[in-house]
């Protein structure tokens, strides 16, 4: 009975983001700034920046997250959003 219950009423596990300041430096514009700040307001969103990931190779390019511990990359800050929209 406990499993039904737990599975009924489980709770999303949050997302954990971390951003690479070199990477959004790199690929944030005004136009995604927005986006990418109304997305991170998101309750099941936990995010933090670091100044390098030392995905440098990736850094240069594309834009990426670690999403969750997993890499995700896209050509362009606005589906990279969309990719973690997705997600949620």
């Known amino acids: 009975m406990k499993s039904l219950l737990s599975s009924i009423f489980s709770k999303k596990k ?13 690929f944030l514009d005004k136009d995604t700034q927005s986006s990418l700040g109304h997305l991170l307001r998101e309750n099941a969103i936990q995010y933090k920046e670091f100044e390098c990931l030392s995905h440098c190779k990736e ?13 995700i ?7 990279l959003i969309k990719e973690i929209e997705s997600k949620l």
């Open 59 to 71: 850094c240069k390019k594309s834009p990426y997250v670690k999403l969750n511990d997993e890499m």
């Open 14 to 26: 949050k997302l954990s983001i971390e951003f690479c300041q070199n990477n959004l430096d790199r």
């Open 73 to 79: 990359t896209a050509n362009t800050m606005d589906n």
